[in-house]
């Protein structure tokens, strides 16, 4: 049985850094894709980064890359999600997510996901 849940979330200025964690009870170490979702509210959710176990292949949304690093601790069955450089826009309830997948593509689209921990508040201010 799949179950996830997050910390980490919590106030930053902008500019400044957080590291999400996401334990990830049930998941594989191959052939799933782990992703970190964010909503606002109104708005859907928006897929930030994603990894596929296994390879380690990587996806980020071009509103985070080179500010976001997703990776994935096999031994401890964590997935991180390292935010620098935070931005007011960056403000949002952030969720991680899992899914079986045997191919390397891991989607954006949240309704390829099953699996959904509670989230967690991140907001960043000036």
């Known amino acids: 049985q799949v179950q996830l849940r997050e910390s980490g979330g919590g106030s930053v200025l902008a500019g400044g850094s957080l590291r999400l964690s996401c334990v990830t009870t049930g998941v594989a170490n191959v052939n799933y894709c782990l992703a970190w979702f964010r909503q606002v509210p109104g708005k859907g959710r928006e897929a930030v980064a994603r990894i596929k176990t296994g390879t380690g292949f990587t996806f980020y949304a071009d509103s985070v890359k080179g500010r976001f690093t997703i990776s994935r601790d096999n031994a401890e069955n964590l997935v991180h999600l390292q935010m620098d450089n935070l931005k007011l826009e960056d403000t949002a309830h952030y969720y991680c997510?899992?899914?079986?997948?045997?191919?390397?593509?891991?989607?954006?689209?949240?309704?390829?996901?099953?699996?959904w921990g509670q989230g967690t508040q991140v907001t960043v201010s000036s």
């Open positions: 997510a899992a899914a079986p997948r045997t191919l390397q593509l891991c989607p954006d689209s949240s309704t390829f996901y099953p699996y």
